[in-house]
């Protein structure tokens, strides 16, 4: 590569997590989000964003979201705007990296929402936690062949239990966020990444 | 803040639950979260200090000093708060386990710390914790300053009189100033008081016209100004004097009555004292021993070591048994021969805070024919003692079963030491505890025969042996959760009964552990940092089970050994680990010294 790469650690990452109305990005609302920075490697709680998404009403949320996120949709009437729910996740994005856990559907809700709201979507740099998980299983299987016999789970929590880190009571964005941005610390240990490019 | 689970998880660690609403969201806008693999070194000694409070999350990380492991801190415990109050790195933290902890920067700790309630968490001193903790769980109503100088109890200069006043003088005097004693001039000066009119003038006979010099006693025994309450406490209760007089340099400031003493703490030793001079006849002794579990709580929150409440206690308990035996000894006539009564156990060591089990004896210099009196006294005082709320001992070792004459005391005390068979052992750990509580006999030829005990070197391993049976369980060195611990089997027994040994060895005659652990530090078989933390470990764990016990009986539950480890603080749950291995270490190194493998 050409590029020099930044320490992993000199790098701000912005973990994010969206609640969203269904799975289908192309159709279903985001209802949620929940940001927070890590900065030094450390994750800064203080620093911390969530805000519920104003339903615009053309886009039902569908009963099994509302239970799954435990929100109803009076909450959601009270709630910020698109436009400005998204100047909000841009703002602090302008100032880092975005980490998630599986970028293809956050990334794809956020996409489509910068572009139905005539906002520019910042591309930022990705970091994925379900990226790490597969890279991490691939270096176990070659230090040691019959490590990993089987795929890994990507899910958050069973990859978060996997590690040895805590189960945490609510599960709402911010609180998923928290939990990629932990994951991702261990994870980074675990590939001993020293680069962002390592990470990505 | 959301009710997000590092918040909570912080909101549920003490002492962070007990912050004021605006300092825990200051704590909680400012918490971190950060991760370390096993084998980080987080601090060195002597580099750079901590810069944030950790609370550990999830993982475990061990502090060290030259290498040596001094803690394992695991969930929900603090580490750091050394580095940010000294400024210094003294101590090595490593990562044991992969570690997710929660931390603050030392700013915010610091701004944390203006709560005293918070900042008393952190305080260094255990006293300080455990009157603190004391408070909290509302077991005591009244908290004096225990700590304060005697000075601050003068209300007035001394009243003095002449070195040639004649006693009427001296008693005018009294009556003008309103006082109870008097300093007389002479050189050295002395006092005289109402009691000395009483007891030496009135009694004896003596006119107004007596010199006051006949009756007075000097020198004066003089306290310090700087002298502390509780200390002024032990000294009244130890010579039986009211008065005392309180010096700086050479100057009287003036003198203190055991009534200015009382009033500094309306349920301190010289209430109880009071109480008990004051019993009038056996109808009087129930109470006795829940006043005295009430003035151990208070004096708890006062700030006092249980280990010096325990001084308090025993000299109470001491004050009243004399009280019991002489009613005894007036129903049933003078005794036929001089006698000692002894206590063992926690009561011969003067270690008890609360009243427990009777363990006493009686040893006479008379013959059979004096055993149906001893019989009789015994059986009173044993029923008076019970009614004042010691309880029976269940093993039987009680006056009403153990009075014998001298001589077959010291042939016991010799089988024992001769030929240390189980049984022998068991009896010798209680019986050589003893202590002399009230009587005119005299014990040295049984100090003679324990003094044997220093030679005895198959009976010293076979105790040491039986003494190293009670050991902290290993599982309880490391991981320590969710589990309960028995004070006294697993951290107060295994120091009590090692001290025994190695007292006898040294030919210590000190029963009390502590003084045990100073003979045997002074005849050079321990060293003086292995005492110091024995000693610091010993405190903490009476004071600890002082104050569960407080606590159980305030809650109207009976007091046990027993204490559930969620109900300590972090720090305390760590001190308690350190305390255990400590005691640990001491085994390892006695079962070497006396060489306990080959018996």
Redesign the interface.
């Known amino acids: 590569m050409l590029w020099p790469s930044p320490p992993w650690d000199e790098v701000v990452y912005w973990a994010l997590d969206l609640e969203t109305g269904g799975l289908d990005p192309r159709r279903d609302p985001i209802v949620a989000v929940g940001m927070v920075p890590l900065r030094e490697g450390t994750v800064r709680l203080g620093e911390s964003y969530q805000s519920l998404v104003r339903a615009d009403g053309a886009r039902a949320i569908s009963a099994a979201s509302v239970t799954a996120h435990q929100l109803v949709p009076g909450e959601v009437r009270e709630a910020p705007p698109l436009e400005e729910v998204l100047g909000e996740i841009d703002r602090r994005l302008g100032d880092g990296v975005l980490l998630v856990h599986q970028a293809a559907i956050d990334v794809r809700f956020l996409r489509r929402a910068h572009r139905e709201t005539g906002l520019r979507w910042p591309s930022p740099a990705v970091v994925d936690t379900v990226d790490l998980i597969v890279k991490a299983a691939r270096k176990a299987r070659f230090i040691d062949p019959a490590a990993q016999e089987h795929e890994p789970d990507l899910n958050l929590w069973a990859a978060r239990a996997r590690y040895g880190l805590p189960a945490y009571g609510a599960h709402d964005a911010l609180t998923d966020a928290i939990a990629t941005a932990e994951l991702f610390l261990v994870l980074r240990r675990e590939l001993g990444a020293r680069t962002l490019r390592d990470l990505r | ?8 998880f912080l909101r549920a660690t003490r002492p962070f639950g007990d912050l004021p609403a605006p300092l825990f969201e200051r704590a ?8 370390f ?1 096993a084998g980080a070194r987080l601090a060195a000694s002597g580099t750079v200090p901590l810069a944030h409070l950790y609370v550990i ?3 475990a990380v061990r502090i060290e000093r030259d290498g040596q492991m001094l803690q394992l801190l695991e969930e929900g415990e603090i580490f750091g708060y050394t580095s940010l109050i000294t400024g210094k790195a003294t101590l090595d933290v490593q990562v044991e386990e ?1 570690l ?1 902890a929660y ?1 603050l920067p030392g700013a915010v700790f610091h701004e944390l710390l203006t709560d005293a309630r918070f900042a008393s968490h952190f305080a260094s001193g255990l006293a300080e914790r455990l009157k603190h903790s004391l408070e909290r769980a509302q077991v005591v109503t009244a908290s004096a300053d225990l700590g304060a100088a005697v000075e601050t109890l003068v209300r007035r200069p001394p009243v003095r009189v002449g070195a040639g006043a004649t006693v009427g003088e001296a008693a005018r005097v009294m009556r003008e100033h309103h006082v109870t004693s008097v300093l007389v001039e002479t050189a050295p000066p002395g006092i005289v008081t109402d009691r000395d009119f009483r007891n030496k003038v009135l009694a004896e006979g003596l006119g107004p016209d007596t010199p006051v010099t006949r009756v007075y006693s000097a020198p004066l025994r003089t306290v310090p100004e700087k002298t502390a309450v509780y200390e002024a406490w032990q000294i009244l209760l130890d010579t039986g004097v009211h008065h005392l007089p309180i010096a700086r340099g050479g100057e009287i400031l003036g003198v203190l009555t055991s009534s200015d003493l009382l009033r500094s703490a309306a349920q301190g030793p010289p209430a109880v004292l009071r109480s008990v001079e004051r019993l009038g006849s056996r109808e009087a002794l129930p109470g006795y021993g829940g006043r005295v579990s009430e003035m151990a709580s208070s004096l708890l929150a006062g700030g006092l070591d249980a280990t010096v409440i325990a001084g308090f206690v025993a000299r109470l308990n001491d004050a009243l048994l004399t009280r019991i035996l002489r009613w005894a000894e007036a129903e049933l006539g003078p005794p036929p021969a001089p006698y000692a009564w002894i206590a063992f156990g926690s009561e011969g060591r003067m270690e008890q805070t609360l009243l427990t089990d009777q363990d006493n004896a009686l040893v006479h210099g008379g013959d059979a024919s004096c055993e149906p009196y001893f019989a009789a006294l015994a059986e009173r005082a044993n029923t008076d003692l019970e009614a004042a709320g010691f309880p029976r001992c269940p093993g039987g070792y009680m006056a009403r079963e153990h009075h014998a004459p001298l001589p077959e005391w010291e042939a016991r005390f010799r089988g024992w030491i001769d030929d240390p068979k189980p049984q022998a052992l068991l009896q010798a750990a209680i019986f050589f505890d003893f202590r002399k509580v009230h009587g005119a006999l005299d014990l040295g030829p049984l100090e003679a025969v324990l003094a044997r005990a220093s030679k005895a070197r198959v009976f010293l391993a076979c105790m040491a042996k039986a003494a190293l049976e009670f050991r902290p369980p290993p599982s309880l060195l490391m991981r320590l959760r969710g589990e309960e611990v028995d004070l006294k089997l697993h951290g107060i027994s295994p120091i009590v009964f090692l001290a025994r040994p190695y007292a006898l060895e040294v030919g210590s005659t000190a029963r009390n552990t502590l003084a045990r652990l100073d003979a045997v530090v002074a005849a050079g078989l321990i060293g003086e940092d292995v005492r110091a933390t024995l000693r610091e470990a010993y405190r903490f764990l009476l004071g600890l089970r002082l104050r569960e016990q407080a606590r159980m009986l305030a809650e109207g539950k009976p007091p046990v050994n027993r204490v559930s480890l969620s109900a300590l603080s972090s720090i305390e749950r760590s001190r308690l680990k350190d305390s255990l291995r400590a005691i640990r270490d001491w085994q390892d190194t006695a079962a070497y010294h006396f060489k306990t493998d080959l018996f």
């Open positions: 803040m959301a009710a997000l689970d590092p918040i909570a909680a806008g400012s918490l971190e979260i950060a991760y693999p999350r999830k993982g992969d997710l931390r």
